[in-house]
Each structure stands twice: as C-alpha cells, then as structure tokens.
C-alpha cells in the first residue's frame, strides 16, 4: 500500500507508542530484526518503524501514522512472500493477531490477519470440514488467499479466493472497513486475487466444505527416472476426472536425517496426488503412474485431510528462496523436454523444486462473484523455487529463469 502525504516533520514514535497496543520497534530496539524476519530468510523488508498489531484498530492507528508523516507502509504475517523493500518504510506485522472461529452450522470460518492454515485446520477438522488450504498449513490465510490461493483440492473446490465472504480491511485513508458484494464490490472484486496494495486485511470470512478425509499422498521415484515418469504423468494428468489433483516436481532433498533414509540427499521425480472421492476408484486412476518409474518410497493411501500437508512435503523451517513461475496452457513433449534440460537430476541446480501442476476443473470458474484472479485458462502450472544458499546459492536467479524460458511461449499456439 502506497501512501503520497506530503513529507512531514521527522517522526517521533511516542504518540504512536501510546496509541497501539502492540509493540512499536524502530532500529536498534531489541526485538526489531526478530519482527521483521520471517519464513523466507532471503527476504526481509527494510523499515525505519515496525509495529506488531495486536488488533485492527493497531493497523488503522499506524496507516494513519504512516500517513501523516509520509511514510509508505507494507505489511507482513508470516514472512512467505516477498517484502516490501526500500527505506522510509513503516511495515505492520500482523503475526500476533491469530484468533480463528468457525461456525459449523453455516460452514463458515473467520480468520485474522496473523492466522497460519494450520490453526484452521486444528479448529475446522473437529468438525469434518475445510478450507482450501495450501501446500503447506504454515502459510498465512490472508495473504494466500488474496494472491488466489492454490489448494492441491482446487480442481474440485477452485480458489480459495473464490469463497472468501467478506473482508476486514483498513484502507489508506486508516478507515476499518468491511467489505463484500453489497458494502463495496468494486473493491472486494479487487482484493480477491489482486493482493497487494488495497489496504490491510485484518480478517477474512470464507466458506468452508465438508471432507474430513482424502486419497492422496506423495510417490518418490529414483533420479534416473524422472524422463520416463514426467512424460508419463504428462499423458495421463490431463484425464483425470476434477476429484483428482496432481503435479509432478524434480525434487533436490538435502541430506536430513528427518527425511525417510531412501530420500536424503537425494534427486528424485516427485509426483504429488489426491482424490475426494472413493478411494478404490482413486487407486485405480493412480495405477498406470505406479509403473512409470523406479520408486524409491510410495505413501499414498487414505489419510485425514488435517494431513494435506503430507502430499507435497513442502520446507518445514524458515530457508533462504526465491522463485518464479508460469502458466501453459498445454503441454508437449518438447516442454517437458525443456524443463529435464535445464533442470533435470543430471543438472547441477540450486532449483529445490520444479514443479508441473495440473490445473482445470474448477479452477477455471469463480464461484459465487467474480473476482480479479487470473490464468483461469491455464492448464497447467509451472514453478521453480531456487535455494539462496550454498555453493550454488549465486545462480538462483540465472537457473529460475532458464525454467520460465524454457517452456515461455514461442510461436502463436506453441504451449
């Protein structure tokens, strides 16, 4: 969010000190890098002023602040995505608001700004319903639900923006709003999907599905069969009916004794699958993908889908990363063929992931409103996330965008 006050007199925290409830760190204080250091070590905003919000009222107070004193603002909960850079910056940290209700008789959830999916999880499975939660339950609600919110279950169930009811949110004026297709559509259009730059979300109502367990899980298959299997998974995603979702991903483990032994340090093709309904039937679909290649550690099967973080085994822990990503909307062999060139187990990388996503189903349509998420058309997703680190750590940028250009569109229909 951009805030163009005219400059006033240097600021002094004192006033806003008094007026939050929260904690208001400037550089030097004790606690001041903590708060401002999140999951993706590789991005942490600069900020003359960081304010740890305990409420809405603490954001409204600090975009007024910000206001008055010229100051632009950014905001950050878990520290995923990319930060706001540069200085002259106060951010808003959001990681202390968490509270999470659900209402089981309308299927309905209300999260804060600071709530992760895991605490969604923990408070909707009780009751055999969910979200649509991500990858991974340690991402934030708001934030991944504003830039669309991808669920390894949207080809049944879309976006998470798509069910998203209403919207607490402090606009630049430091005004607390509530926001739906009644109050300010045009504005509710914008924030689902648009994410950044529309004010502050402090708290989101969405809709809730009822599905307390899934088929699906993660197949781990040997380095020196990642052609054979993403070819094979190339042929057979596209006709799986929309219960099933699946991606495929070249897969760099670190050597962690965490890991089951048959997978430290090592390269494999990873391929990601769940299904909603009968798991016999979901089995069955599954099989033609179990001979593709050598596995190395299968665990799909029934499991809760509190669990759904099991399926992509996504970091656990904060690490340095940067990633980029496009959409295709078909994909050759000659693409595959890109991607294993460039990121292929034969390849050094610094690339953790490249990831192929099938896409579709109701993917393609919002549900309810319409909303400003993009790519509806996409079949299917590319994404390559890069570690910061290491002896390879300088060639992240350098090997994200050889994945993006390798399979970026050439000729008019080529992907």
């Avoid at 879309?158 to 005004?175: I, M, N, P, Q």
């Amino acid at each position: 969010m951009s805030i163009t006050t005219q400059q006033q007199p240097s600021p002094s925290v004192d006033r806003l000190r008094a007026t939050v409830a929260g904690a208001v760190l400037t550089p030097g204080d004790a606690g001041f890098d903590t708060e401002l250091t999140g999951f993706n070590l590789a991005s942490t905003p600069a900020a003359s002023i960081v304010v740890g919000a305990t409420c809405a009222d603490d954001v409204a107070a600090a975009v007024r602040y910000a206001a008055f004193h010229g100051l632009r603002v950014g905001v950050r909960a878990t520290g995923h995505g990319a930060s706001p850079e540069g200085a002259g910056q106060l951010i808003v940290t959001t990681s202390r608001m968490t509270d999470v209700a659900v209402d089981p008789e309308s299927r309905t959830a209300r999260a804060s700004a600071g709530a992760r999916w895991r605490d969604v999880v923990a408070a909707t499975a009780p009751h055999g319903l969910t979200g649509r939660v991500g990858s991974s339950s340690s991402v934030g609600v708001v934030g991944y639900t504003l830039g669309g919110g991808l669920s390894p279950l949207g080809r049944e169930f879309g976006y998470a923006a798509d069910h998203v009811r209403a919207l607490e949110v402090v606009t630049a004026d430091g005004a607390v709003r509530t926001v739906d297709t009644d109050s300010d559509p045009d504005l509710f259009w914008a924030l689902r999907g648009g994410r950044d730059g529309l004010g502050i979300v402090t708290a989101i109502e969405f809709g809730l599905v009822e599905l307390s367990q899934i088929y699906g899980g993660g197949m781990f298959f040997a380095g020196d069969s990642a052609r054979d299997v993403l070819h094979a998974w190339r042929r057979w995603a596209p006709a799986l009916p929309a219960e099933a979702g699946t991606s495929v991903a070249i897969t760099r483990l670190p050597p962690d004794p965490d890991l089951p032994p048959p997978l430290q340090g090592q390269v494999v093709a990873h391929l990601r699958y769940t299904h909603t309904g009968d798991p016999d039937v979901a089995d069955a679909l599954l099989a033609p993908m179990r001979t593709s290649g050598r596995i190395l550690l299968d665990g799909v099967g029934v499991m809760p889908v509190a669990a759904l973080d099991a399926v992509h085994m996504d970091p656990p822990g904060p690490l340095p990363a940067s990633d980029r990503g496009a959409a295709l909307t078909a994909l050759p062999a000659e693409a595959v063929d890109a991607i294993l060139a460039v990121a292929g187990p034969d390849v050094p990388s610094p690339l953790a992931i490249v990831e192929i996503r099938l896409l579709g189903g109701a993917l393609r349509r919002p549900h309810g409103t319409d909303n400003a998420v993009t790519g509806r058309d996409a079949a299917f997703a590319v994404t390559a996330i890069g570690v910061c680190a290491g002896p390879l750590g300088d060639q992240v940028d350098k090997d994200l965008r050889a994945v993006t250009d390798a399979v970026a569109p050439g000729p008019p229909g080529r992907y």
